[in-house]
C-alpha cells in the first residue's frame, strides 16, 4: 500500500463546475496535509495547507480532512480553463518531510 | 508565500562529468531544505533532507556519494551530481520550509540533460 494515493485521473470537468480531488494516506499519525499544482514542465505550487478535521476555504478552493477516515480532499469551485493542471497531495512524514501522493491531473473544458 | 530560487534552470552535460545545482532561499532562512528528482509522468521523489551546519540525510537507494549536498548557510544549498550518468537525466525540484509552519515552498528546478 502507497503511503499516499490518489486517482491520476484524468479527471475531465467542463468550465463552471466543481472539480473534485481526492487523497488517502496511510499513517494514522500524520498531522500536517497540503495540495499543490503543477503545471507542466513547472515545479510544485502550493495551494493549501490544512491541519484539522473539516473544512478549510480559501477562495474557490475548499481542503477538506477527515483524519479518522485517513482522508483529504480538494474541491475547486467554479474551475477555469488555467485549473487544469496536475494536483498533488502531501502528507507530512515528521521533521519537515513530504511524502506525495502520484497527483491528478485536472482538465477544464472550456 | 517564500521565495526560493534555482539554478541553473536547465543544464546540459556530458555522460561521466559533474554538475551542481544551487537553492537559495530569498526572503527567509531556512535551516533545512529537501532535494526531490521528478522523472516524465511521475510524482516527486524525496531524494535528501539538507541541514544548515551538518550532514544530509539521503533517502533510501539514493547514493550520497553520488549527490553530494552541502548547506553552508541558512539560504544556500547546493546539490552535486558526479559523474553523471544519461539514467540522472531528470527534473530536480529543492524546497524549503520557513520553519513557521510545516508548508514547504518549492524552487523552480532544474532540468538536467546527460548526453
Known amino acids: 500500500q502507497k503511503e499516499v494515493e490518489q486517482n491520476s485521473g484524468p479527471l475531465s470537468v467542463p468550465e463552471g463546475a466543481i472539480a473534485s480531488l481526492n487523497c488517502t494516506y496511510s499513517d494514522r499519525g500524520s498531522q500536517s496535509f497540503f495540495w499543490y499544482r503543477q503545471y507542466s514542465g513547472k515545479s510544485p505550487e502550493l495551494i493549501m495547507s490544512i491541519y484539522s478535521n473539516g473544512d478549510k476555504e480559501d477562495g474557490r478552493f475548499t481542503a477538506q480532512l477527515n483524519k479518522a477516515s485517513q482522508y483529504v480532499s480538494l474541491l475547486i469551485r467554479d474551475s477555469q480553463p488555467s485549473d487544469s493542471a496536475t494536483y498533488l497531495c502531501?502528507?507530512?512524514?515528521?521533521?519537515?518531510?513530504?511524502?506525495f501522493g502520484q497527483g491528478t491531473e485536472l482538465s477544464v473544458k472550456p | 508565500g517564500a521565495v526560493v530560487s534555482q539554478h541553473p534552470s536547465w543544464v546540459i552535460c556530458k555522460s561521466g562529468t559533474s554538475v551542481k545545482i544551487e537553492c537559495r532561499s530569498l526572503d527567509f532562512q531556512a535551516t533545512t531544505m529537501f532535494w526531490y528528482r521528478q522523472f516524465p509522468k511521475q510524482s516527486l521523489m524525496l531524494m535528501a533532507t539538507?541541514?544548515?551546519?551538518?550532514?544530509?540525510?539521503?533517502e533510501q537507494g539514493v547514493e550520497k556519494d553520488k549527490f553530494l549536498i552541502n548547506h553552508a548557510s541558512l539560504t544556500l544549498s547546493t546539490l552535486t551530481v558526479t559523474s553523471a550518468h544519461p539514467e540522472d537525466s531528470s527534473f530536480y525540484i529543492c524546497s524549503a520550509g520557513s520553519g513557521r509552519s510545516y508548508e514547504q515552498y518549492f524552487g523552480p528546478g532544474t532540468r538536467l540533460t546527460v548526453t
Open positions: 539538507s541541514n544548515e551546519g551538518s550532514k544530509a540525510t539521503y
Open positions: 502531501a502528507v507530512n512524514k515528521g521533521r519537515g518531510k513530504l511524502i
